[in-house]
């Protein structure tokens, strides 16, 4: 039996090493720029065409490489920056592996121009598909010249599964601004398609933030410095009230390297604790400076996961220092800095002629002394109050209220039996015998309580008392008529669920839920109608983009104008919100875009084939999800039952009643016979 273990080609291991290290152009880029900075570059320039599909192309002015360096620099595990196996515990470079360049030419078309400064000449070498072509002398300024072009035209597969051209060239922005973000003195910049994006001149932390994310996030920068024997943390953490829902800027750095940490992401946002509302996230950009020999970069491929061998310490440092800045900023006052509109107080030097004020006193007044009581007096005029009384013609023909039984009896013509009718019994005294206006009969007399009480009165005196003998047949019929008067169609607990009774028991409703699922399907039938309804903005207000932000909001302007934004471009990725859809009264618009642009960053789930149908759907649900959320009624918020009812005869008008478009649940019910067995 023959031997079926052979060694692969080179070119056959170096795809397999470029299918773990080159996964799109942004690894590509990532790789390439890295290098520029270990080959101490103050000058980087990166250059793409169709976001890095076509060309990618990196210049610097570094050291440059010999000839010699240039043709080994694209063999496998070829490197300068280690030499023996401790090295990978010392590390001070980006790059150490020796796979890049080689994982690169493996699926490619390199062309690289490269020179030292000894050097008069420089060297031209081209690759292609680990083929070695050619290398020749050129002219060419110091530095490294990398151009790849035709990415993966040899894996069909690989580059059919690349995505669309707006999130490839959002994946290269976010590996530029991660590298961009650590080395500050470094200028870079970035071209797509000859579009400027970036063009960052060398200056402080700080100042480069700025200089990617915009100006506005200056004012919500904390400053954080703290120094250990363990680690050194710096950076910059952000004020709870610059917290959003999507898109926040969170970066973490280790010795220049960027890296992802869920555990110490934790630390940072329990500072925030009750600062800042649920799932939202505040912006952060934190530096640690640690010994080589606690860390282990070498244990993922895109080095993004690093391993510390003091982990729960560093923890602890991280989050004491995030609550110290956070701390110091709460403590201090704003009118120490905000003076505009506040009364000028003066010095305390100008108050020389300020006297004491005088309390003005009488010094006879005993309150003590005891003095002659007032005897009461009659008010003038007091003879007109009874002015008339003495008219005869209104004195009434009967002076007693209860007159003797035989002078009514005759008058009303009634025998002995309805005579114990004509005055019932009360239940009061004497004196309580006239009704009051607090009791349905208070009507009966007349106004002034004198005079004959006409036939239907009394009618009415023997009808209300003898209705309570008779009624209780008739309230008996009508207590299920009176509970469906008196009980409220709906009721709203604690501001938060909406409670109906149906026939199987207690349906609650989450009021705020079931809102996102009503506006979610009327904003998805406004972008499929191409229908919307704008509401003009008195003031126009200014959105600032990121350049990746702008190139986003771009690619989705159509769907935000089938929504009812209307947006100008003002320049320098910044826009006029001129309209906003109708609805969205006390809502923040700025806000709002903010989040329906980082939606529609998130979505990247489909391929650049089926861009026109599935990418789409996908960025429609998430505008019209976003702008639910940002329109809904809120928790807390106290509803009449005739807007509860309007909720329910719109939710069960939805195609799905009974979840979120996220996927949560919306409405429950409380049966009947459960509540019964609870009370036993």
């Known amino acids: 039996m023959s031997d079926i273990i052979q060694l692969l080609p080179d070119s056959v291991a170096n795809q397999i090493a470029a299918g773990e290290v080159i996964q799109r152009p942004a690894s590509v880029i990532k790789e390439l720029v890295e290098n520029s900075v270990d080959a101490g570059a103050t000058s980087i320039n990166v250059v793409c065409v169709d976001s890095g599909r076509t060309t990618i192309q990196v210049v610097d002015n570094g050291k440059g490489m010999s000839e010699t360096d240039a043709r080994l620099s694209f063999e496998r595990h070829a490197t300068s920056k280690i030499r023996k196996a401790d090295d990978l515990f010392n590390l001070h470079t980006m790059g150490f592996r020796g796979e890049a360049l080689a994982s690169i030419a493996a699926v490619s078309q390199v062309e690289l121009r490269t020179r030292m400064a000894d050097d008069e000449v420089g060297t031209l070498l081209t690759i292609a598909g680990s083929r070695f072509v050619s290398q020749e002398p050129c002219s060419c300024p110091v530095g490294s010249n990398f151009k790849i072009e035709n990415l993966f035209f040899n894996v069909p597969a690989r580059r059919k599964f690349l995505k669309s051209n707006t999130t490839e060239l959002n994946n290269i922005v976010s590996a530029f601004e991660r590298i961009a973000l650590v080395y500050p003195e470094i200028a870079f910049s970035l071209y797509n398609n000859n579009n400027e994006m970036y063009n960052l001149r060398s200056c402080g932390l700080r100042q480069r933030i700025v200089d990617i994310f915009g100006k506005k996030i200056n004012q919500h920068l904390l400053p954080l410095d703290v120094d250990t024997s363990m680690c050194r943390i710096s950076g910059f953490v952000g004020k709870p009230e610059s917290a959003r829902k999507k898109g926040a800027h969170q970066y973490f750095f280790v010795n220049g390297r960027y890296m992802k940490h869920p555990y110490f992401h934790k630390a940072v946002m329990m500072a925030y604790d009750r600062l800042v509302p649920e799932g939202e996230q505040v912006p952060y950009f934190i530096y640690f400076n640690v010994n080589a020999d606690d860390i282990d970069v070498n244990i993922h491929p895109t080095k993004t996961e690093i391993k510390f061998g003091n982990e729960q310490a560093i923890w602890q440092i991280l989050s004491a220092a995030v609550k110290d800045a956070v701390g110091m900023f709460n403590d201090v006052t704003a009118i120490e800095f905000d003076t505009e509109g506040q009364p000028d107080i003066p010095a305390v030097g100008g108050l020389g002629g300020v006297t004491a004020p005088k309390v003005q006193y009488n010094p006879e007044y005993n309150p003590f002394k005891e003095s002659a009581p007032k005897k009461p007096t009659a008010p003038s005029e007091w003879d007109k109050l009874y002015a008339g009384l003495g008219d005869t013609s209104r004195q009434p023909r009967q002076t007693s209220f209860f007159p003797d ?119 998805l039938a406004q972008m499929a109608d191409h229908h919307s309804y704008p509401q003009k903005l008195m003031f126009p207000e200014a959105l600032h983009l990121t350049p990746a932000d702008g190139n986003v909001l771009a690619s989705v302007m159509t769907e935000m104008q089938s929504l009812g934004f209307e947006l100008s471009d003002l320049g320098g990725n910044t826009y006029a919100v001129n309209a906003v859809p109708s609805g969205l009264e006390g809502v923040n618009c700025i806000n709002l875009l903010q989040d329906l642009i980082a939606s529609a960053r998130d979505v990247s789930s489909s391929s650049a084939a089926s861009v026109d149908a599935t990418l789409v759907s996908n960025v429609n649900h998430e505008l019209a999800l976003g702008m639910a959320r940002g329109a809904a009624i809120g928790y807390g918020e106290v509803l009449s039952n ?23 649940k919306i409405l429950a019910v409380y049966r009947q016979t459960d509540m019964e067995q609870l009370l036993g």
């Open 642 to 664: 005739e807007e509860m009812e309007t909720i329910i005869n719109s939710l069960f008008a939805c195609s799905n009643c009974n979840y979120t478009p996220d996927g949560k």
């Open 405 to 523: 039984d035989s002078k009514i009896v005759p008058s009303r013509n009634f025998n002995s039996n309805d005579a114990e009718m004509t005055i019932p019994s009360r239940g009061f005294g004497d004196a309580d015998a006239i009704p009051s206006r607090g009791f349905g009969d208070a009507d009966v007399l007349p106004s002034d309580g004198f005079g004959d009480v006409d036939e239907p009165a009394t009618d009415e005196i023997v009808q209300s008392r003898t209705l309570p003998s008779d009624a209780e047949p008739q309230s008996a019929a009508t207590d299920e008529g009176l509970m469906a008067e008196k009980s409220p169609d709906h009721y709203q607990f604690k501001g938060k669920y909406i409670m109906t009774a149906v026939k199987s028991g207690l349906m609650i409703i989450d009021q705020r839920r079931a809102h996102i699922r009503i506006l979610y399907e009327r904003y």
